[in-house]
């Protein structure tokens, strides 16, 4: 069991709040959160960018989960891998973790720029909600996959989520099937969550 003086002298590890209470508002999921934190942790004692296999050990994850997370990370602008010369003039590989903070204005209100959806927090958690049924981060191909239902289908979250519910149950962690199902309801002019959960309560009744 650890003591407090070997607790203390592990040294500590500073985030500002502003990150932990804006995060969804920027767009990303817990798991690219989660992995933009063990970047700092990690580059706030080294002078490199970390091993992913070596940080997907640290965060007890597969390596491709960390892969996935931070190659949306940098397509989401949240981060930029940079190559920066060492003393010895070698080129190193370093995340430049600056971008997410730009985003969140002194104020600590995000700016018109990357300002999100007023259903923000419901759309957020459909990714989250889908990353922790399937187990994994979402691919950069899932994530458009699901805006597309959100913002050209106009599905909404909560029906995304029984979607989602139908398909756990039924052992299918894809997208696709998914998607076969919101189509299946969306023909039938289930819209609403009431609608849905109406729907299938009639069938369980039969």
Not at 31 to 50: I, N, R, V
Not at 110 to 130: H, L
Not at 131 to 154: A, C, K, V, Y
């Amino acid at each position: 069991m650890t003591d407090l003086r070997t607790y203390t002298e592990a040294g500590q590890f500073s985030v500002s709040n502003l990150l932990f209470d804006h995060y969804p508002a920027l767009g990303l999921t817990q798991t690219e959160f989660l992995t933009y934190l063990f970047l700092d942790q990690w580059q706030s004692k080294h002078h490199q960018a970390p091993d992913l296999k070596a940080l997907a050990n640290q965060m007890n994850v597969a390596p491709n989960a960390i892969y996935t997370a931070i190659e949306t990370l940098i397509q989401k602008k949240a981060i930029v891998l940079e190559s920066v010369p060492d003393n010895q003039g070698r080129m190193r590989d370093y995340y430049d973790l600056s971008p997410l903070l730009a985003k969140i204005p002194n104020n600590g209100q995000t700016n018109s720029a990357t300002m999100t959806p007023p259903n923000a927090d419901a759309q957020t958690n459909v990714f989250n909600q889908i990353e922790i049924e399937f187990g994994r981060p979402l691919s950069p191909i899932e994530q458009e996959m699901i805006r597309d239902w959100l913002n050209t289908d106009h599905y909404l979250p909560e029906v995304i989520l029984l979607a989602l519910r139908e398909a756990v149950l039924n052992s299918a962690y894809s997208l696709k099937y998914m998607d076969r199902i919101l189509l299946n309801w969306e023909r039938r002019h289930l819209k609403t969550a009431q609608q849905v959960q109406a729907d299938i309560k009639r069938h369980q009744e039969l």
